[in-house]
């Protein structure tokens, strides 16, 4: 892991950017002595790791004391984007505009986008945990299809909060009963790109005995700040 800058912001907290071959990431750390446990924020979307809301978020969980870790996954950020993704893309945004199916385009790109992506993540869990400001346990947050399939082959997360607005494999929502580390699961109840149905049974499909949902009104990107808040309380009961 290699450290290609950093700034101490206004609240303390530690901001630096990394790169870790071809992964490039963002860690935030707190004031502190003492290592911090961790929380990685995986995002969708094709976002970037500097997007506001999720710095927003990060900066949050940082200042209330977790080390916390962004990376851009494959065709995210300053990845390289691939002819198939875009070609994925093209096809996502003709089928919605004609009013057809999307499933199967969806299947096509996120299924082996979490393929991609959970190995990366694995490794760059690896040289977190080598940084003396790091001590663990580590939560995850964010995307649901990669944060499954996380929670089911990585036993360093003890806990996770998923958000349920973005497309989920069937291979994803299969494994989805071995999930078995506490939950909470966020839902905006008018989400357009989500099927609330779906998301519901998606909840319903976890199998661990500990899984809280949060619903909210709303569409896709109208998620309360208070979630924030109420997801580091839930990270504080297992992580620390």
Do not use: C
Not at 4 to 23: A, Y
Not at 42 to 57: C, Y
Not at 77 to 83: L, Q
Request: no cysteine; charged share 25%; aromatic share 8%.
């Amino acid at each position: 892991m290699q450290f290609t800058s950093e700034q101490r912001l206004g609240d303390g907290v530690l901001e630096r950017e990394f790169t870790l071959g071809e992964i490039p990431g963002t860690l935030w750390t707190p004031e502190s002595a003492a290592p911090a446990p961790l929380i990685l924020i995986g995002h969708n979307g094709g976002l970037h790791r500097r997007e506001s809301r999720l710095v927003a978020r990060a900066r949050h969980s940082a200042d209330h004391g977790y080390a916390v870790a962004a990376i851009d996954a494959p065709g995210h950020g300053d990845r390289p984007r691939s002819a198939a993704g875009e070609q994925a893309r093209a096809d996502l945004r003709r089928a919605m505009q004609a009013g057809e199916p999307v499933d199967e385009i969806f299947e096509s790109f996120i299924g082996p986008l979490v393929e991609k992506t959970v190995p990366e993540w694995r490794t760059t869990l690896d040289a977190l945990l080598s940084l003396p400001e790091i001590g663990g346990p580590v939560g995850y947050s964010g995307w649901t299809a990669v944060g499954i399939r996380l929670a089911v082959v990585e036993p360093r997360i003890a806990a996770a909060g998923f958000f349920a607005g973005g497309y989920v494999p069937r291979a994803q929502r299969e494994e989805a009963r071995q999930v078995t580390i506490p939950l909470l699961f966020l839902l905006q109840w008018d989400d357009e790109g989500n099927p609330r149905q779906r998301a519901l049974d998606l909840f319903d499909a976890f199998g661990t005995k500990e899984k809280t949902l949060h619903a909210n009104m709303g569409g896709h990107t109208g998620t309360p700040w208070f979630e924030v808040e109420d997801g580091d309380r839930f990270f504080d009961r297992h992580l620390k």
